[in-house]
């Protein structure tokens, strides 16, 4: 089965400029994901869907940040206007609505703000 | 609150030498437990999860863990490491369907 799919993999921007990213879950998975990943820390979690419901974005820096999910499906994660804290990779994830499934992890996409 | 610690933000060691890798939970509730790989520029991949049972839990690339709830531990270990286990290595929790918290990760470093 096709796993989980992330774009673009790498993206250089400058500070105070916008960036998004895409990601498309493993079919028939309700329950997706963002986490960010700074160099030597694990995965944070910013924002959680169920279908296109958000579940959790306690952590999700609403300022800058903002994510969709368009009709349960793919999700984009955009940042506006972006700052040097927050170069990391940005990890989609994506799992069976069920307390505790395993979640399945795409490639990420590695920003760096210069 | 949940939360997860890994002592050791490295660990180095010689091939086909024993490891183990340690990690420690906090939670006021029953907890799920999972550790997770990841190889340079990967995503993260599951190696074994904890979800109720036997508290030695098998997973892949013969890796084990041990749950341990009067120590409230979850260590991973490995008899014999090879050159390819050399990755990133994440202890995450949840209380079900709460979000995933990971640890900060400990960096195996296999060596000839």
């Known amino acids: 089965e096709a796993g989980v799919a992330q774009s673009p993999r790498y993206k250089i921007i400058e500070k105070r400029q916008s960036v998004a990213f895409w990601c498309n879950p493993i079919s028939g998975h309700a329950t997706l994901y963002w986490y960010q990943q700074i160099l030597g820390q694990g995965p944070k979690l910013l924002i959680q869907?169920?279908?296109?419901?958000?579940?959790?974005d306690s952590q999700l820096p609403k300022d800058r940040f903002s994510a969709e999910r368009l009709k349960g499906v793919d999700s984009t994660l955009k940042i506006q206007p972006a700052k040097l804290e927050d170069s990391a990779v940005y990890l989609c994830?994506?799992?069976?609505?069920?307390?505790?499934?395993?979640?399945?992890f795409g490639q990420g996409t590695r920003l760096t703000v210069v | 609150a949940q939360s997860v610690t890994q002592l050791d933000s490295q660990v180095p060691v010689f091939e086909e030498a024993p490891v183990e890798l340690r990690c420690n939970y906090s939670s006021s509730v029953s907890v799920y437990l999972f550790w997770y790989v990841q190889y340079p520029n990967q995503g993260l991949q599951l190696l074994l999860k904890?979800?109720?049972?036997?508290?030695l839990v098998k997973g892949i690339n013969g890796f084990e863990a041990e749950f341990n709830k009067s120590q409230t531990s979850f260590h991973l270990r490995k008899p014999s490491v090879h050159i390819s286990d050399t990755a990133e290595y994440f202890c995450?929790?949840?209380?079900?369907?709460?979000?995933?918290?990971f640890g900060t990760g400990t960096r195996l470093l296999v060596s000839p």
């Open positions: 995450a929790v949840t209380t079900g369907f709460q979000k995933l918290v």
């Open positions: 869907f169920q279908n296109n419901g958000v579940v959790d």
């Open positions: 904890y979800l109720s049972g036997s508290t």
């Open positions: 994830a994506s799992s069976v609505p069920q307390g505790a499934s395993e979640a399945f």
